[in-house]
């Protein structure tokens, strides 16, 4: 089973809406958690990261909070925009023994349309 | 500054050739990565190199794949042999030569390997 779990699969949204995405994960303990966005074709690019003693980080449109209690996370995108059209990516870097050893969800497709 | 740089971006082979994936750190990064993912899935850690030493290759099949980071020139993923299941993007990812908690992975754009 995935340490790293995604939902939903897929998103599609109206041009300038809201959208949540969520990340529950069992990896334990973890020093931190990023998300990245990955454009179709592309590698990934970090959005966000957080450690496990943060509530909250925004990078402008998105803003994740992070649970360490409930281990869970989210990503919130404001006022959408057709370039959000991604798949957004949940990863969780273990403690440092090997923390290069990240965990990563399958990821959120999100389509924005206008 | 360049990014971490793959080539080819795409590769086609048939059953049983062997296929080589490139991976030209970024400037100043001593560490490389690779991943491997299949459609519908996460990145799933396949190998950590540093120059001229294998770290982990824990995530890597024991049998057709090797991966080598050279003192000079890029770190090369091969896969001898290639079967179908072997089709997927693989991607190289590197970071500084100082580690931590907060380190960042900078990922290339990908290689997506077909195999027909």
């Known amino acids: 089973k995935n340490q790293v779990e995604q939902s939903p699969q897929s998103l599609i949204i109206l041009e300038g809406k809201n959208c949540t995405l969520q990340c529950n994960y069992t990896v334990s303990p973890f020093s931190n958690l990023r998300w990245y966005k990955q454009d179709t074709g592309r590698g990934p690019v970090s959005l966000t990261i957080m450690t496990f003693s943060e509530n909250t980080k925004s990078n402008g449109r998105y803003t994740a909070t992070l649970d360490a209690d409930t281990k869970q996370s989210s990503l919130h995108i404001t006022a959408s925009q057709l370039s959000d059209s991604a798949s957004y990516i949940c990863v969780v870097t273990p403690t440092r023994s090997n923390d290069y050893k990240l965990s990563f969800g399958a990821g959120t497709t999100v389509t924005v349309r206008a | 500054n360049a990014g971490v740089m793959q080539n080819p971006r795409h590769l086609v082979r048939r059953r049983g050739q062997e296929a080589r994936l490139r991976c030209s750190p970024m400037?100043?990064?001593?560490?490389v990565y690779w991943y491997r993912q299949l459609p519908e899935e996460g990145l799933k850690f396949m190998v950590y190199l540093q120059k001229e030493n294998i770290i982990d290759e824990s995530g890597m099949p024991k049998e057709r794949f090797s991966a080598e980071f050279p003192k000079e020139g890029p770190s090369i993923l091969r896969i001898q042999q290639v079967v179908r299941g072997d089709s997927a993007a693989y991607f190289c990812?590197?970071?500084?030569?100082?580690?931590?908690?907060?380190?960042?992975?900078?990922f290339g754009p990908g290689t997506r390997l077909t195999v027909t």
């Open positions: 400037k100043g990064h001593s560490h």
């Open positions: 990812a590197s970071s500084p030569l100082s580690q931590g908690s907060s380190y960042e992975q900078y």
